[in-house]
């Protein structure tokens, strides 16, 4: 393939929020391009007045930005002047003009029929059990009888021209060879009455004028393609190659999920899914790098160098939310202390039980020793302090919960004793976690539960926590050695 030529576009309509679907799309384009040192396109499809939503034109850069830059297109000058605007709703006449010039050619051609007749004719094929189509009423109309009705100015669309017999045949990068029947092909709307072009029209004269050599996009769009390959040639152009993505299902299999909550990127942002894994993720679903290799975890850059549309399974790809949840996890393992602390404070400071905690306690040095404690055990930021909250918040320590299996609270309270002994002795500036960890497990010896199990339920409240010695270097000296004796209190009113 000639590197040089490959230029690939991301086209989305405007929704209010990008699908995870919609950033798998922009990512294998974004690497098709980038392992070709080729052009990636970013253009926004809003001929579709009826699902505009505010904003959206706005958002859908801003958040694949956070992912990815791309070289021409929205809010980029390269190539603007030659080729932009790159948000259709701005390029009404440029559609126009090609409409227009394939209606003088005989290749489309206006039509009147009103609404309610093509309501009609539908339902008469319906009731036939025929296939619902445009039944061609106005394809042959006289020269007059065209001026006629524009000169009365009668409300119009204009259609394309779909001639002949036999089958659209294409070779798909994804798919092999598909073929569509022309019979099943109707005569689109490639302009409406209200001058809008269809989706068809704009994208086709978008991607011809764009020089776009691959058109990679979700299985969707597969449909479309013969009506676009049929419209290339009415205007004599050259057919960009098209790689079909797989698509997206549920668990179950069926077809993802169309609750926004659960296919929003932005609404996974704002969970504390991190970008990095979010991207690692979607560039997992319907790829893989093939070679029998078993990499599960890819920066952007090793995506650029393992992608290859070769390797893109043709069978629909399992959201699974479990495999983003690993993936997350293992990119909170592994990022560097400073930016989990500023990673993990803005969910930390929406904690309902954050803002009325000790001032120490919101310390950023404070909040670093509680993450190097929580980090493994975290899947998405917003989980934070969650499982560790009684190294924000005093505990409530339920006291049966304190001896350890037959122990009485006689021999418990003597555990919690030597513990605490132990403890006092070590100065604040040894109050290190590995120093701790060594004489709380060399005084306990043999004995670890009848000494670790107390100190943990009276250092925590709870049965599962992290290890004693990892919470008493969180908490710090004094309220490690306060909360063992309230234990002992505890413990000492059961007796
Ligand atoms: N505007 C279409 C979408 O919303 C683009 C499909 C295509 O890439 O051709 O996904």
Not at 294 to 315: M, N, R, W, Y
Not at 401 to 427: H, Q, Y
Request: proline share 5%; hydrophobic share 40%; aromatic share 10%.
């Amino acid at each position: 393939m000639d590197n040089e030529t490959v230029r690939v576009r991301f086209a989305p309509s405007p929704t209010g929020y990008l699908h995870v679907g919609g950033l798998r799309t922009a990512l294998y384009n974004y690497l098709f391009a980038r392992k070709h040192k080729g052009t990636f396109i970013f253009r926004i499809e809003d001929t579709d007045r009826n699902r505009l939503v505010e904003d959206a034109k706005e958002k859908l850069p801003d958040t694949i930005g956070i992912f990815f830059d791309w070289d021409e297109g929205i809010r980029k000058t390269k190539n603007a002047a030659e080729q932009g605007p790159y948000i259709q709703s701005e390029r009404l006449e440029v559609y126009r003009k090609y409409a227009d010039e394939l209606v003088e050619r005989g290749k489309a051609y206006p039509c009147f029929c009103s609404a309610d007749r093509l309501e009609a004719v539908r339902k008469e094929q319906e009731a036939r059990k025929e296939p619902t189509r445009y039944d061609g009423c106005c394809r042959d109309l006289s020269k007059e009888e065209v001026a006629d009705r524009m000169r009365e100015n009668a409300p119009h669309v204009v259609r394309l021209r779909v001639e002949g017999m036999g089958d659209v045949v294409f070779d798909d990068i994804v798919r092999g060879t598909v073929s569509f029947s022309k019979k099943t092909i109707d005569d689109q709307v490639l302009l409406k009455s209200d001058g809008f072009p269809t989706y068809h029209l704009a994208n086709v004269v978008d991607d011809h004028l764009m020089g776009i050599t691959h058109v990679i996009r979700g299985e969707e769009w597969l449909p479309s393609t013969p009506k676009h390959i049929i419209l290339y040639e009415a205007f004599g152009w050259d057919i960009p190659r098209f790689a079909h993505l797989p698509l997206l299902l549920n668990p179950d299999r069926s077809k993802l999920s169309k609750r926004q909550g659960d296919v929003a990127v932005e609404e996974y942002l704002a969970k504390g899914y991190l970008p990095e894994a979010l991207l690692n993720f979607v560039a997992l679903l319907g790829w893989n790098p093939g070679g029998g290799k078993t990499q599960e975890i890819f920066s952007l850059g090793e995506l650029v160098s393992a992608f290859d549309l070769a390797h893109i399974h043709k069978g629909g790809a399992v959201f699974d939310a479990r495999k983003l949840d690993w993936l997350n996890a293992q990119y909170i393992k592994n990022l560097p202390a400073e930016e989990l602390l500023t990673k993990s404070l803005p969910f930390l400071l929406k904690k309902p039980w954050f803002d009325g905690i000790d001032a120490s306690r919101k310390e950023s040095e404070y909040v670093d020793r509680v993450l190097t404690v929580e980090r493994d055990r975290l899947q998405k930021l917003s989980d934070v302090g969650d499982s560790v909250r009684f190294l924000f918040v005093e505990p409530t320590v339920d006291p049966t919960l304190l001896p350890w299996k037959k122990n009485t609270p006689k021999e418990t309270i003597a555990a919690l004793g030597v513990m605490r002994e132990v403890l006092s002795i070590v100065p604040e500036n040894e109050w290190m976690r590995e120093r701790l960890e060594t004489i709380l497990l060399e005084t306990a010896g043999e004995k670890k539960g009848d000494f670790l199990w107390p100190l943990r339920v009276a250092l925590s409240g709870e049965k599962q926590s992290p290890p004693p010695f990892e919470i008493a270097w969180v908490i710090g000296k004094q309220t490690t050695l306060e909360r063992i004796e309230n234990a002992g209190t505890l413990l000492g009113n059961m007796v």
